[in-house]
Structures are given as structure tokens and as C-alpha cells.
């Protein structure tokens, strides 16, 4: 069955930068969508960023344009999202997901995504 493996995050101060590694288990990765969510308690899971399936291009929601860059290398079944200049509101724990087929659209939304990672922590103290 296809899965994702999350790895890295973790703790940085006010204007630093962490990344997030997430890890297919085939090749199954290049036909998907890799997007990015986050989540605090009690909140909805919240869009971060998606990249289209072949990783040319992505889309990013307004709170972290400009800071974070989403890659996806489908030769090596890895995708990773880059966080810079990090801040406080960034922290809460993320999640990387797969979803759609091949598809030429930008799934903003959860519930597009059939594959989910085990999200990971990420701490940002001022």
C-alpha cells in the first residue's frame, strides 16, 4: 500500500528555518499531487501549499508565500517543504499528503487527498 514518511521539523527561533521531509514508498509518487497542510489543536487542518505531480509548478497559501518552497523529486519518491524566516504562528504540526492523478489542478482542500503522512512537530519560540 502506498505510504508517506515524514521526517524532520523540530525547533527554531523567530526568523530560522527548518525543513520536512516526506518520503514515498514507490513509485506511485509521480503520479500524485503533493501538498502540505498544518494543523494546531482544535483548529481545522489548514492548506500550507501544494505542488503538481510532475514538480514544475506550486501554489502556496498567502501566510507563507514567499517563505516556504515545496520540492518534489519523483526519481527519488521525496518531496520536502522548506520553511525560511519562520514565526511564532508557524508553530502546530504538519502534514504532507498525495492526492489526485495526474491532475493539471491545485487541490487546496483536504479531503483531495487520498495519502497522508504522520505529521510532524514544529516549534518556532520568539
Known amino acids: 500500500q502506498f505510504q508517506l514518511t515524514q521526517s524532520g521539523g523540530g525547533q527554531a527561533q523567530t526568523g530560522g528555518s527548518l525543513s520536512i521531509t516526506c518520503r514515498a514508498s514507490?513509485?506511485?509518487?509521480?503520479?500524485?499531487?503533493l501538498g502540505w497542510f498544518r494543523e494546531a489543536p482544535g483548529k481545522e487542518r489548514e492548506f500550507v501549499g501544494t505542488m503538481k505531480w510532475n514538480g514544475q509548478t506550486a501554489q502556496y497559501a498567502d501566510s507563507v508565500r514567499g517563505r516556504f518552497t515545496i520540492g518534489k523529486d519523483n526519481n527519488a519518491y521525496i518531496g520536502y517543504l522548506s520553511m525560511d524566516n519562520l514565526k511564532p504562528d508557524d508553530t502546530v504540526t504538519y502534514y504532507c499528503?498525495?492526492?489526485?492523478?495526474?491532475?493539471?489542478?491545485?487541490?487546496?482542500?483536504?479531503?483531495?487527498?487520498?495519502?497522508w503522512g504522520q505529521g510532524t512537530q514544529v516549534t518556532v519560540s520568539s
Open positions: 499528503a498525495a492526492g489526485g492523478y495526474y491532475t493539471d489542478l491545485y487541490y487546496r482542500r483536504a479531503e483531495k487527498y487520498a495519502f
Open positions: 514507490d513509485s506511485s509518487f509521480g503520479r500524485f499531487e
